[in-house]
C-alpha cells in the first residue's frame, strides 16, 4: 500500500513561480490556508509583485529568490541550492526556446535543455534528499505532454522535457512506499502569454482549472496528464504513422 500523505500544505516552496500556473497555483494555496511561500525565480520584479500579492490577500509570509537555470545547469555538484524545508516543492520552471533557431544553432538548443531539465537538476537534487524521503512531503513537478513523442516542431523541447519525466519518475519509484509524495504533471497547452498563437484556444486549459484540480486532490502521487483527456489523445498520437506525424 502507498503511504499517505497526512499533513495539509501550509507552506510552498516555488521554482519559476512566476509562470502563469504557478502564480495560479500559489493563489488557490492561499486560499486554502498556506501561510508561508518561498518564491524561486529568473524576474525578480514580477517575483516580487506575486509576493506582495500573496502577502496582501492571504497574510502569507513570503521570501523571495532570483535565479537563472542556465546558470543553475553549470553549477559544481559540490554546490547544492537552499530549498529549506515545505510541505509542498513545487517545480515549474521551464521554456520552449526558440525551435526554429535550435534547428541549427547548438547554443539554443543547449539552452532549451538546460531551462527545462539541466537547471533543475541542482534543485531536485536538494530537494530528493533521502532524508527529505522518509518524511512527509510533496514534490510536484511539470513536465509537458510535449515529452510523449518527438513532433518536428518543436522536439528540442520535448526532448528536454521526456528527460526531466523520466528523472522525475525515477525519484517516484525511489520514493515508493515512503511518505514523501512525487507527483509529475504532464501539462497540455495552457492559456498562457507562453502559448499565444502556438495553440487552438479550443485545446488550452486555463492556469486556474488546473491549479483547482491539482488541490482537490492534493495528496495524490504518480503520473498524470492535465486536462485528463491529454492521456487518450497522446496514446492516440503516439500510433500515428509518420506520415501524419511528420505534420505535427
Not at 535550435?102 to 539552452?111: K, P, T, V
Request: glycine share 8%; proline share 7%; charged share 20%.
Amino acid at each position: 500500500m502507498t503511504a499517505a500523505v497526512p499533513i495539509p500544505i501550509r507552506s510552498a516552496f516555488v521554482l519559476g513561480s512566476t509562470s502563469e500556473v504557478a502564480k495560479a497555483i500559489c493563489q488557490e494555496l492561499g486560499r486554502r490556508g498556506c501561510q508561508r511561500f518561498h518564491l524561486v525565480a529568473r524576474n525578480g520584479e514580477a517575483n516580487q509583485q506575486l509576493a506582495a500579492e500573496l502577502q496582501q490577500r492571504f497574510g502569507a509570509a513570503v521570501s523571495t529568490e532570483t535565479t537563472d537555470l542556465l546558470a543553475d545547469a553549470a553549477l559544481e555538484p559540490a554546490r547544492r541550492p537552499e530549498v529549506g524545508e515545505f510541505d509542498l516543492y513545487l517545480i515549474t520552471a521551464g521554456s520552449l526556446g526558440d525551435a526554429e533557431l535550435a534547428r541549427s544553432d547548438a547554443a539554443e538548443a543547449l539552452r532549451i535543455l538546460a531551462a527545462n531539465v539541466g537547471g533543475l537538476i541542482p534543485w531536485l537534487t536538494a530537494i530528493a534528499t533521502p532524508e527529505r524521503l522518509a518524511k512527509p512531503g510533496r514534490l510536484w513537478v511539470f513536465s509537458s505532454v510535449a515529452a510523449d513523442r518527438g513532433r518536428p516542431s518543436n522536439y528540442h523541447y520535448g526532448a528536454a522535457k521526456a528527460a526531466l519525466t523520466a528523472l522525475c519518475e525515477g525519484l517516484l519509484l525511489r520514493s515508493h512506499g515512503k511518505p514523501f509524495a512525487v507527483r509529475i504533471i504532464k501539462a497540455g497547452f495552457m492559456a498562457t502569454p507562453m502559448t499565444v498563437g502556438k495553440a487552438p484556444p479550443a485545446l488550452c486549459a486555463s492556469p486556474e482549472s488546473v491549479a483547482r484540480d491539482l488541490l482537490r486532490r492534493p495528496n495524490k502521487r504518480g503520473i498524470e496528464y492535465l486536462p485528463w483527456w491529454w492521456s487518450p489523445l497522446m496514446r492516440l498520437i503516439r500510433l500515428l504513422p509518420a506520415s501524419i506525424a511528420s505534420k505535427l
